[in-house]
């Protein structure tokens, strides 16, 4: 009988422990959120690390948020990597942990996060944009043309995407594909001058 009471007892101390450990944890992140808002981005960073546990992917990723806001890169990627560790399918912390990466700037690492997303979720169309704009900008028009042709195949009236693809296929010298990108392009944004200027080239 001493056993059971014993046990309740301890359940009952365990349970408001845990009770108190959360409560703890969500006031921190409630005065994060709100210095943040504030751009008091270093008394955010203070507010978590008092409860901070690195066993946490919330925290983590949190953290690597805000660092990246008070543009302390370095200190952003490792939180953001410790996310990531912790959650390795998370798209959320790639494409979190691109920003600070941009910053530094690491483009190779970059487009590895933005490949591995694409791993996880083949389809994901950020991650397939911002690939071909990577590529477009290193003048590898055939590889951005790849991940153009998965963006379309989803969201075929995107403004941007349309453009970066009418572009890119100015680029390749295929002015009748550029042409249809660009009149797309224009009956999402009529009298846009961008393609406008994009059907220009191609007559």
Not at 107 to 119: C, G, H
Not at 152 to 169: E, K, R, V
Request: net charge neutral.
């Amino acid at each position: 009988m001493k056993k059971v009471i014993i046990l309740t007892v301890f359940t009952c101390i365990t349970i408001l422990v845990n009770a108190q450990d959360f409560n703890s944890i969500e006031k921190a992140f409630y005065e994060s959120y709100s210095l943040d808002s504030a751009k008091h981005y270093n008394r955010a960073v203070l507010a978590l690390k008092a409860v901070y546990s690195e066993s946490s992917y919330e925290m983590n990723l949190r953290l690597g948020w805000l660092y990246y806001e008070s543009e302390k890169y370095s200190d952003a990627i490792t939180y953001y990597q410790k996310a990531i560790a912790l959650q390795p399918n998370s798209i959320e912390a790639r494409l979190g942990i691109v920003y600070p990466l941009s910053m530094v700037p690491n483009w190779d690492e970059v487009l590895n996060q933005y490949l591995s997303i694409l791993r996880i979720d083949s389809k994901q169309p950020l991650a397939n944009y911002r690939i071909s704009l990577i590529y477009y900008n290193r003048k590898n028009y055939t590889e951005a043309k790849k991940y153009l042709d998965n963006c379309l195949q989803i969201y075929p009236f995107d403004y941007d995407t349309l453009m970066l693809a009418g572009w890119n296929s100015i680029a390749m010298n295929n002015k009748t594909e550029a042409k249809n990108y660009f009149q797309k392009a224009l009956l999402n944004h009529p009298n846009d001058a961008s393609a406008t200027q994009g059907i220009d080239l191609t007559n």
